[in-house]
C-alpha cells in the first residue's frame, strides 16, 4: 500500500549559486537513495514543497520532471507522484557483478564494556506453536478482556494533568496503597505503602537489586537448579554465582555457603522448577544463616497466588524480622505477560538509595497502566479473577493428575505441587528428558527438561509440565501424545 510521507521534508540547506530547481531535484534524488523517501512512498505534494521552501511552483515542477525522467519517480494519474519501486543504481547493480564485501578490521568495532562482554541470552523454552504444556503461562483465554476494557476505557475518561504529567519512581501511590493491604492479607508480607516500588516485571527487579547491592565479584547464592533470567542478571552483574542444591523441603544451603555471601535468591512459595513449597523450618533456618552473615535475601513470588493444598504459608518476608528479605511479585501470571508490570517490598534502609537508582533508568513504570490495575484491583474484579482462577487451574491440575496416572503410569511420575502454574514429571530410570522432549515436540507437545535449570546439580530425569492455560479436553489428549512420546522413548 502506498503511504504519504506525513512529515515535513529535512533537506540540505541551499546555496544561491545553484539553480532552485536542481537543489530541489539534487536533494530530493539524495533523500530518496538515503531512504529517507522509501520505494512505493508517495511524494510531498508540489504546492506543499513550493510553499515550504519558498520556490515557485513552476521550479518544483521542473524538479519532478527530471526525477521522473531519471527513473526516481513515477506519476499516477489522479494520485499524486511516487517514488519508484525499483530505482536506477538498482537496475544498474544488478547488471554489473558485484564486487565483494571487505570485512572491516576488528579493532574498527566499538570496544564493548564487561559487562556487555557478561551478559547472555535467557533461553525461552516455549514452542509458541503448541499449548500444552507450556510453562510459565497463565489462560489468557479466560481473562475477563472486555472487562478490563470496560475499566481502562473508563479510567481514560477521566484523565488529568496530573496523569499526563507523571507519578513519583515509586508508582502510583493508590496503586501501591491497595497493593500493601492485599500483600499483608493475602501474602503475610510485613510493609507499609512507602516501601513498595512499581517495577517493570520482574527481570527489571533483579537488575535494580543487582544495582544496589552487588560489586564484581560479590558472592550470589541461587537455588538449581532455577530460574534463568536471576542467573543472567546476576551473571551480568559481574557476581561470583553459588549454586544451591534442592531437597523435598526447598533451597537447601549450609551454613558454609552463606559466609561472604552478599546476596541469596529464593523462590520459597513454589520453587522454580522443581514446585517444591519451602518448609516453614528451612525459611526460619535460612534466615538465621542470612542474619548471622549479613545476607540480604531476595523473595521471588512469582506464582504463589495459586495455591491448591495444603494450609497458608507467608512469605519468608511476614518472619523476618532483621530487615534481611526483599520480597519481589508482579501481575504477568495473574493478569496477562503483556502488562510487564512487577513491584517490590524493600527495607526500609534500602528504599532511598533503590529509588534514586530506578529513577535514573527508568524514571518511573507507566502511570496509566498503574492506574488501571488500580481500579481492577479497587473495584473487587482482581480478587473474583483470582478466586475463579484458582478454582479452574486446581481442576486441571487434577485433571493431568488423573490422565497422567492412567496413561504413563511406570514411565512417568507427577510431582505432588501445593501451588503454581506448573509441575514435574519424573521419568522411568532410562528415559533422559532430552528424547522424551525431543519426541514430545515432534507430536507437537511442549514440555521443557529439568536439566536445562541445572547449572552445578544432577538430578534425576524429568520434565516441566504446565497445565494452568490448557483446557480439560487439550489436557486428555497432550497426556495421550505425551505417553505416546515417552513409551516411544522407552521402547529405544
Known sequence: MSRTTPYQLVLPPRTSSVPSSHWLREALRSGILSGMLR????????RELARHYGLSRGTVLAAIDDLKAEGYVRGAPGSGTFVCDLLPEELMRSRA?????????????????DYAMRVKPVPYFANPTSLAF?????????????????????????????????????????????????????????????????????????????????????????????????????????????SIPIDAEGAAPGRHDFRNARLMYVTPGHQFPTGITMAHRRRVEILRHARESGTMILEDDYDSEYRYSGHPIPAMQGIDRDNLVIFTGGFNKVLFPSLRMAYIVLPPPLLENFVMIKALLSRHHSVFDQTVVCDFIEQGHFGRHLRRMRKIYAER?????????????????????????????????????EDAAFAAAKRRIDVVPLSRYCHASHLEEGIQIGFAAVD???????????????????RA
Open 39 to 46: 520505494p512505493g512512498q508517495r511524494m510531498p505534494a508540489t
Open 97 to 113: 557483478p558485484s564486487a565483494p564485501r571487505k570485512k572491516a578490521p576488528a579493532g574498527e568495532f566499538p570496544r564493548l564494556s
Open 134 to 242: 507450556r510453562t510459565n503461562l497463565p489462560a489468557l483465554d479466560l481473562f475477563p478482556t472486555t472487562l478490563w476494557a470496560q475499566v481502562a476505557s473508563r479510567r481514560l475518561r477521566r484523565v488529568s494533568t496530573s496523569d499526563l504529567l507523571g507519578c513519583s519512581t515509586s508508582g502510583y501511590q493508590p496503586l501501591r496503597q491497595v497493593l500493601a493491604g492485599y500483600l499483608r492479607a493475602e501474602r503475610g508480607v510485613r510493609c507499609e505503602t512507602e516501601q513498595i516500588v512499581i517495577v517493570s516485571g520482574i527481570q527489571e527487579a533483579f537488575d535494580l537489586v543487582a544495582r544496589l547491592l552487588l560489586n564484581p565479584g560479590d558472592r550470589v547464592l541461587l537455588e538449581d537448579p532455577g530460574f534463568q533470567g536471576a542467573y543472567a542478571a546476576f551473571e551480568a552483574a559481574g557476581a561470583s554465582l553459588v
Open 397 to 433: 491440575l487434577q485433571a493431568l493428575s488423573h490422565h497422567a496416572s492412567r496413561h504413563l503410569s511406570g514411565v512417568l511420575r507427577l510431582s505432588d505441587i501445593e501451588a503454581g502454574l506448573q509441575t514435574i514429571g519424573w521419568l522411568k530410570t532410562g528415559i533422559l528428558a
Open 472 to 490: 480439560e479436553a487439550s489436557i486428555a489428549k497432550g497426556i495421550l501424545g505425551l505417553a505416546e512420546a515417552v513409551h516411544s522413548v522407552d
